[in-house]
């Protein structure tokens, strides 16, 4: 596991590896309950949400920064050298 948020009341955003994955990938674990896979991204290396599942956003070791749309990614910025929100 590399880094866990919350996303809503019951649910971790988790970006981590298994044993079966060489790339880190995001993944939604409602506490529990069932764990589910993300889309990856390629290099993946921070995580943080705002509120929701919508307010997911992964950060990619080259400084992109995506938020999750869908079943997949969306780039928003470019650069960045950190990603998290208040709580």
Do not use: N
């Amino acid at each position: 596991v590399g880094t866990v948020t919350w996303v809503d009341e019951v649910t971790l955003g988790v970006l981590g590896r298994t044993e079966s994955q060489a790339a880190a990938t995001a993944h939604l674990v409602e506490v529990g309950g069932l764990t589910s896979a993300l889309p990856l991204v390629d290099g993946a290396v921070g995580l943080a949400a705002g509120r929701g599942e919508r307010g997911l956003y992964v950060l990619s070791a080259d400084g992109v920064l995506s938020v999750r749309q869908g079943q997949s990614w969306a780039v928003v910025a470019e650069g960045v050298q950190g990603v998290a929100f208040p709580r």
